[in-house]
């Protein structure tokens, strides 16, 4: 069973950083999509970020330039370095994964989530 935990959140003023770290393991299959979704009360779930099997990378327009998304060789840790951090930022972050060469199309397609970390940007 694949299991999913997340570390590193917390509260930092606008212009920090933090970085986040996932804990990865249960794999029963090479090929998995691993990404980042953050949700807010009053915005909904947004893909923050997502690393495909094959290695490519992709962002939602609103970290462009600010977050990346990174893995271990041994991909057992996925990371989100987040730069420059704004209020608007502030949200429960959870860690993602499912099975396929291709990262899922919709939010609702992941099937492994943790737990999720909370980041909190103050002005």
């Known amino acids: 069973q694949v299991h999913l935990e997340e570390s590193g959140g917390g509260s930092v003023q606008a212009g920090g950083s933090l970085r986040l770290s996932c804990a990865a393991s249960g794999f029963a299959h090479e090929k998995y999509c691993m990404g980042w979704i953050r949700q807010t009360p009053g915005k909904g779930r947004e893909e923050v970020a997502t690393l495909a099997d094959d290695g490519s990378k992709a962002y939602a327009d609103s970290v462009k330039g600010r977050f990346t998304i990174s893995q271990d060789n041994a991909r057992k840790t996925l990371y989100l370095q987040m730069n420059d951090l704004k209020p608007e930022d502030t949200a429960m972050y959870y860690c993602?994964?499912?099975?396929?060469?291709?990262?899922?199309?919709?939010?609702?397609?992941?099937?492994?989530w943790g737990q999720g970390t909370q980041v909190t940007v103050s002005e």
């Open positions: 993602t994964a499912e099975y396929g060469t291709w990262c899922p199309k919709w939010v609702d397609e992941y099937d492994y």
